[in-house]
T-cell receptor, first 113, second 108 residues
């Protein structure tokens, strides 16, 4: 079974802090993704990566950065956390190519106070 | 504009009452349609991949079908444990487009 592991289920941080969210997958997937999920807005793509050290902006990259130094690990960084970044953050991974589903972790519920 | 629309937003069924959820899409160059189940406080769990019009996939009480413009998730004789939000996603090129989901409640 595919396993996507996010480092924290719940996290509370203060405004202005630098926040790191970690994600690890064990299926040798080429692609990795970071989303945020908010009520009524659905899943919104922040960044994705199709290879080590490669990254592409998604729909809402402002205020975020990412790092992919190893194939299995994809990190999301909130450079200076703000209250409007309070959300559920979901990491996903997939093989490259057609008809390849994304597999998700259980999410990190992040609260910025 | 590429987009995915799911209906209804919410659905309440009596246990055993069969129904269908809809996912309509307008994308160019479909490379796959995916159904997920999401329980509260958890990440989406992959259910099905569909690729060609006319294709069908089944798993327990769920059956997914695909046409050129929409997909249906049929739920036969649902049980309370089928209560969840069901998400549809479409791959077009290297982009994935997610619907906002249908929240299903099955009442005993």
């Amino acid at each position: 079974d595919v396993k996507v592991t996010q480092s924290s289920r719940y996290l509370v941080k203060r405004t202005g802090e630098k926040v790191f969210l970690e994600c690890v997958q064990d299926m040798d997937h080429e692609n990795m993704f970071w989303y945020r999920q908010d009520p009524g807005l659905g899943l919104r793509l922040i960044y994705f990566s199709y290879d080590v050290k490669m990254k592409e902006k998604g729909d809402i990259p402002e205020g975020y950065s990412v790092s992919r130094e190893k194939k299995e690990r994809f990190s999301l960084i909130l450079e200076s956390a703000s209250t409007n970044q309070t959300s559920m953050y979901l990491c996903a991974s997939s093989f490259a190519g057609t008809n390849q589903p994304q597999h998700f972790g259980d999410g990190t519920r992040l609260s910025i106070l | 504009e590429d987009q995915v629309t799911q209906s209804p937003e919410a659905l309440r069924l009596q246990e055993g009452e069969s129904s269908s959820l809809n996912c309509s899409y307008t994308v160019s160059g479909l490379r796959g349609l995916f159904w997920y189940r999401q329980d509260p406080g958890k990440g989406p769990e992959f259910l099905f991949t569909l690729y060609s019009a006319g294709e069908e996939k089944e798993k327990e009480r769920l059956k997914a079908t695909l046409t050129k413009k929409e997909s249906f998730l049929h739920i036969t004789a649902p049980k309370p444990e089928d209560s969840a939000t069901y998400l549809c996603a479409v791959q077009a090129g290297n982009q994935f487009y997610f619907g906002t989901g249908t929240s299903l409640t099955v009442i005993p």
